[in-house]
Every structure is written in structure tokens, then in C-alpha cells.
């Protein structure tokens, strides 16, 4: 068995991109290394912001010997009419290395060879698949240098390959391994050195003053902070999001405190967090009772600063920040929200779509339909005034919560600011939904004001590219309407895509409805399959949503929550045998009440009674879904009696028709619920 080191060391790489990077590179090598006879467990990939570092563990020398079948020509193009081997048959054997007896009989329409390879060294499996994998990380950005033949997220200074203490001789872009790196760009000798192997390069790394490991970075970093916040008596904010980025900030992990003019604490803290966190990368630090300091920590590639400049220049360029932040609130508060409407109209929304005060009137017209209250109609028609503010102009990151600011300041109701400054959310899987019922209205208004725009004039996303972040609008529609609190919206994705497009009298686009029921079918889909609360299977979902999904949400859950309940159950099979078969018998069938004057056998009289005194209608009636499918599955025994007494294709019309339209009623009440014919059972669960 063997290890083998890689380090790719580059100019820096930013921390945004690391994370995705490293999964992916992580995935392909998991599958690499079982490939060459370890797992996925044996893998370790490290960056920082200059390298990408990763170990193989416990890699066989060589590949094992296996047989491998392949498939070649059809067998009518492989053989004459005598049955001799053809020339197409000779070209596939040679060009196989393989000989007439390697054919072997498969039944199949094409002939199939079946033969020895030869398992080949690792180390030239790894000199072919290393550069194929590094070269192939898709970076968001990429960029060119040298005579520009190269593209790559940075330019590369070097390369390490080290396969069990010896070189193994690769190339990345042209540029050749060794075994020799370099330290710290300022804290080392800066001097190459030689490595033998994973363990020995971390050692002498450490010693040159880079920490390898990206988490042991962020433990360092976090014990520094908390000593240095304890030291003015307060705690370092709770932002996971700030210390993922410090950990690719710095191959040394080193912290600075740093202060700010008492005074800018006036300033609405979202903006003074705003400025530390998206545009300074720094951390806040807050006192005992939760409240703003004017401290925070600054990230540093360093292991001190013994003169302050660190801490000055922090300083320095956070008051000037603040700074500009309160000439824009003061300038701002001069004018009411109500009074920037106007303004709306010089702010393009897009081409085709107007501007953002035709935007804002839609907005409002679509968010009345949702919920009929002034307070709503209110937080709709001031919802995007405050992108015209001096503010929002400059921090970007803060429209909607400046707009929510400013109406509490000028005493607007809490349903109304509240509204306005939550209307952007959700913005992901894990963010939080708008705090009333007013806000999901205008978050629910806004989205759905987007995504019809957008499909009438043929903006859809296609493939990975969604530039407009169309999928993200959708995703938050679908989070907001599963929602299941007094923030509850009782409205459908259909009803609520009529109100989008009743909001643009000039659509003439008739498809934009049917392509965003298939839209929005994808989003609940994916958001029902990767909920870790419900944990529902795909084929429970799928069953379900072919009963209907877009008049509620909710309901829609209620049904799939019944299926995953019933499928544990031993009665199960029944439900899904009698839906099959009433399914097959009555296709094409158009539903309609059964006339008990026609029926003949005492087995269609024992079903339709049966059915009646169950009531499954009225259960579902009154969503007790569970109930209503444990009732269609107790009609197991008077179905089989039909099956077997009933002949339901007779020759009389009338009488057919009737046994159908029975048969479709019983299985109707199932069919409201799901269509349990989509769930794949293993049937042996189900054996006692």
C-alpha cells in the first residue's frame, strides 16, 4: 500500500470559492481512490489561500487484474449470411486487442467480448487522472496569464507529487512537479525546501508559519478572539458566515482588535454591522447584554502587531466607512419614504418590464389579492422606495431592512416596517421567513411579480445559468406558502400565479402559466426531498403530487405525510393492488355516479354500501387522510369478492358503464389523496 501528497501552490485564491472547491475535489477523489483499491475514508484535501493541498491513503501499488465485457457491432452486421465473421467484426476485435475467442454468447442483439485487463501501475494511473481532476475544477471565475494559453482560477508557481517518499512527475498547465514548496509569503525565510512526504510537509510548513489545515486555522482564530473581546469585557458576534471566510484569509491565523468612534453607535446597527461584516470582513463585538460595542476583531495574516498599524488601519477605514454611512442617513431622513415614490420612476426594472415604481404598483395590486388589509397594501406600495436612498446606494446588501428602518422611524405601524424590512426573505433554504403575515404577503407579491415578468418575455433560466436568480424567487414562494403559523398564507401557487399575470394586462405570452406550474413543480420537489423535518421519500412525494399539489401547500404535505404513515402498515399492498387494478380496468373511463338500480350481483351492492358507510369522501372532506386511505384499504375483501363474482366488461353498455363508474368511485377517493400507484414497494417488507 502507498500514500500520495499533492500541493498545488498559487497566487491567492478567494475565500468565497474554497468550499465548493474542496467538494468537489473531495467527491473526485473519494471516487479515484476507490478506484485504486482504498475509500473515500482515506482521503484529506486542505487549502489556504494560496494552496490546495490533498493525501491518498493506502493506495495499492497496482490495479487488480479484472475482466471486463465489451459490447461491439450488431450481430447481423458482424456476421455473412454463412455466418463467417465480417469486417466490421475484424476492425472491432483488432482495435479491442482481442481475438475470435474472446466473443462470447450473451443473447443480445450485438456481439459481446469478454476479456482480461491488466491491472496498471498506480502511479501511471495517478501521473493520467491527477492533472484531469486539478485542472478540471470549474472555478465561478477564471482568468488568463503568461501568453495566456492557460485558463485557471490563479496563476500557478508550483507543483508537489509525491507518491510513497518519491517523486512522481506530473504537469498541471505546463507547470512541472517537484518536491519542494515555500513557507509563509512574510512570516517565513522564504526560502524552498524539500518534502518526503504528508506528515513531513505539515512539520515543516507549521515551521515556516502556515497552518495547513483550514479548521485548525478557525479554532486558532476563534480562542484568539475570545481573549481578545474578554479583554473590553464583551463576546465575538455569532457569524459562522464571517469565520468561513477568515479561515481562507490567512495561512497564518492571526486577529487584531480595533475600535471605531464611540459616537457612529447612533447609527441603525444594521448598517455599522452591515459595513463590518460584507464589506470589512470584521467581527462585531457585543457586551454582555447583547448590544454593539464600538470594538471588533480584524482578521490578520500575521502573528502580531507589535506597532498597531494593523489596528490603526482597521480603524482608519471603518470610521471613514461609518463616516460616509451617516452623511447618507442624515441626508436620507430628510425625505419621508412616501415622498421617494416618484423617484421609482427613473429606476429600471427591467427592459421590457418598466420601471420600479411600475413594479411597485403591481406589487401592491397582487399582495391585495393575497391578503385584503391596508397595512399590507401599505408595506407593498413603500416596499422598494428605499432603493432610490443614498444609503442603499452605497451598501447594497441593506435594501429592504433601510426601507424597514426608515418606516419605524417615522412611526409607521410594526406590521408595516416590519413588512418592508423582512419583504426579501427568505433569501436561501436556511433563512429565516418574514416575521408577519403583512411581510409574506409582499415577499409572496414581489416574487411572483419577478417570475411572471420574467417567463412573459422568455427570460427563463436555462441549464446551471439563472442570472436573474429566478429558482431562488421560486424556492422562497414555496418556503413562505408551506409555512404553517400565524403567518400562514392560505393561497395556491395557481391562484397566485393568476394574480401575477393579472397584474400585466399587456401579457400576451399564454404558456407563462403552464411553464411555471412546471417551474414550480421542480422547486417543491427539491425542497420536499432535502427536508431533514419531514423526511419524506421521492416516490411519496411524487405519488402525492400527481392527486395535485398546487391549490395548497399544505394540504399537499398532509397527503404525503399519510402516505409515508400508510406504507409502514401491513395493510399497504392492499391500497396498492386494489389501485392498480381499478386503475387497468377503468382507464379512459370518464367518472360518474353509479346507479344502484343496474346492479346485478350482490358484490356490487356490498362494495357501494360498504363505501357508503366508510365515508372516505368525508374524511377527506375533513383532511384526515390517514383515515381515509385505512378505510380504502379495509375494502380489500368486498373488492376481491367483486373482482371475483363481477364480470365488469359485459356486453351490455349500460351495465359496463355502471361497474366502472362504481370502480371509479371507490378508487376516486384514493386518487384525491395520491396516486399510490407510484410507490415502489419491495414486497418481501411486507412478509411476516
Known amino acids: 500500500m502507498a ?33 485504486l483499491g482504498s475509500d473515500a475514508n482515506g482521503v484529506t484535501v486542505s487549502t489556504t489561500p494560496r494552496r490546495i493541498v490533498f493525501l491518498l491513503k493506502n493506495l495499492r501499488l497496482r490495479e487488480e487484474d479484472r475482466e471486463q465485457e465489451v459490447k461491439g457491432p450488431p450481430k447481423k452486421a458482424a456476421f455473412d449470411a454463412g455466418n463467417q465473421p465480417t469486417q466490421a467484426l475484424h476492425g472491432f476485435l483488432k482495435k479491442q486487442n482481442a481475438t475470435l475467442d474472446d466473443v462470447i454468447d450473451s443473447g443480445d442483439a450485438y456481439v459481446m467480448i469478454r476479456r482480461k485487463v491488466t491491472g496498471r501501475e498506480t502511479s501511471a494511473v495517478l501521473q493520467e487522472r491527477i492533472p484531469e481532476l486539478i485542472e478540471g475544477i470549474r472555478w465561478p471565475k477564471m482568468m488568463r496569464w503568461g501568453k495566456g494559453e492557460h485558463s485557471y482560477i490563479r ?29 509563509h ?9 524539500n518534502v518526503a512526504s504528508y506528515n513531513d510537509y505539515v512539520t515543516k510548513l507549521e515551521l515556516q508559519r502556515v497552518i495547513v489545515d483550514p479548521l485548525r486555522r478557525r479554532e486558532v482564530m476563534v480562542h484568539r478572539a475570545r481573549s481578545l473581546a474578554i479583554e473590553v469585557e464583551g463576546t465575538p458576534s ?42 470589512q470582513k470584521q467581527l462585531p463585538i457585543r457586551d454582555r447584554d447583547d448590544r454593539l460595542t464600538n470594538y471588533f476583531l480584524a482578521v490578520l495574516d500575521n502573528d502580531a502587531d507589535p506597532d498597531g498599524n494593523a489596528a ?14 451617516q452623511f447618507f442617513y442624515e441626508t436620507d431622513r430628510r425625505r419621508k419614504l412616501e415622498e421617494r415614490l416618484d423617484q421609482l420612476s427613473h429606476l429600471q426594472f427591467q427592459e421590457k418590464l418598466g420601471n420600479y415604481l411600475d413594479k411597485t404598483g403591481r406589487i401592491e395590486r ?53 413588512a418592508i424590512y423582512d419583504h426579501y426573505q427568505p433569501v436561501s433554504l436556511d433563512d429565516a421567513l418574514p416575521r408577519s403575515l403583512a411581510g409574506a404577503a409582499v415577499s409572496l407579491a414581489d416574487r411572483i411579480d419577478t417570475l411572471v415578468g420574467f417567463f412573459s418575455v422568455g427570460a427563463k433560466p436555462t441549464g446551471s445559468k439563472d442570472p436573474f436568480g429566478l429558482r431562488r424567487a421560486a424556492q422562497g414562494v ?14 395556491g401557487i395557481d391562484k397566485l400565479i393568476d394574480l401575477g399575470i393579472e397584474a400585466y394586462p399587456g401579457n400576451t405570452n399564454a404558456n407563462v402559466k403552464d411553464d411555471l406550474l412546471a417551474f414550480f413543480a421542480e422547486r417543491v420537489r427539491t425542497i420536499l426531498e432535502a427536508s431533514q423535518v419531514w423526511q419524506f421519500a421521492y416516490d411519496e412525494i411524487a405519488a402525492a403530487m400527481e392527486a395535485g399539489w398546487a391549490t395548497s401547500l399544505t394540504d399537499l404535505v398532509d397527503r404525503i405525510t399519510a402516505v409515508k404513515a400508510i406504507r409502514d402498515e401491513a395493510n399497504f399492498l392492499s391500497v396498492l393492488d386494489s389501485a392498480k387494478r381499478i386503475a387497468n380496468i377503468t382507464e379512459g373511463h370518464a367518472e360518474t355516479e353509479p346507479n344502484a338500480a343496474l346492479f346485478e350481483h350482490d358484490a356490487e351492492k356490498s362494495l357501494f354500501d360498504e363505501l357508503v358507510v366508510l365515508k372516505v369522501t368525508d374524511a377527506i372532506l375533513a383532511r384526515d387522510y390517514q383515515g381515509a386511505l385505512a378505510a380504502f384499504a379495509s375494502l380489500a375483501p368486498e373488492l376481491e369478492t ?11 353498455e349500460a351495465v359496463r358503464r355502471n361497474r366502472m363508474s362504481l370502480l371509479r368511485k371507490v378508487g376516486g377517493a384514493v386518487r384525491q389523496i395520491a396516486d399510490v400507484t407510484k410507490i415502489v414497494v419491495d414486497r418481501r417488507d411486507y412478509r411476516a
Open 366 to 418: 397582487i399582495a391585495r389579492g393575497i391578503v385584503d388589509d391596508p397595512d399590507v397594501a401599505l408595506a407593498a406600495r413603500l416596499c422598494k422606495t428605499d432603493l432610490v436612498t443614498e444609503m442603499v446606494k452605497e451598501f447594497t446588501d441593506l435594501q429592504g431592512r433601510v426601507g424597514g428602518i426608515y418606516a419605524r422611524e417615522e412611526g409607521l405601524p410594526e406590521n408595516v416596517w416590519q
Open 155 to 183: 496563476p500557478i508557481h508550483s507543483v508537489v507529487s509525491i507518491l510513497e517518499g518519491e517523486h512522481l512527475p506530473i504537469a498541471i498547465f505546463g507547470t512541472r512537479s517537484g518536491v519542494q514548496t515555500i513557507g
Open 238 to 279: 455569532a457569524d459562522g458566515s464571517i469565520w468561513a471566510q477568515w479561515q481562507y484569509l490567512t495561512e497564518y491565523p492571526g486577529l487584531v482588535r480595533a475600535e471605531f468612534r464611540r459616537d457612529y453607535l447612533a447609527l441603525p446597527e444594521e448598517v455599522l454591522v452591515t459595513v463590518m461584516r460584507v464589506h
Open 3 to 35: 500514500d500520495y501528497f499533492f500541493e498545488l501552490l498559487t497566487e491567492e485564491i478567494p475565500a468565497w470559492m474554497h468550499d465548493a472547491a474542496m467538494a468537489t475535489l473531495r467527491d473526485r477523489l473519494g471516487k479515484l481512490a476507490t478506484e
Open 642 to 652: 367483486f373482482f371475483k363474482d363481477v364480470m365488469v366488461n359485459v356486453e351490455d
Open 185 to 193: 509569503r512574510t512570516l517565513s525565510q522564504r526560502k524552498p525546501f
Open 312 to 325: 490603526y488601519g482597521n480603524s482608519f477605514v471603518t470610521n471613514a466607512r461609518f463616516a460616509d454611512a
Open 478 to 491: 414555496v418556503q413562505i406558502l408551506l409555512n404553517r403559523d400565524k403567518r400562514e398564507i392560505r393561497i
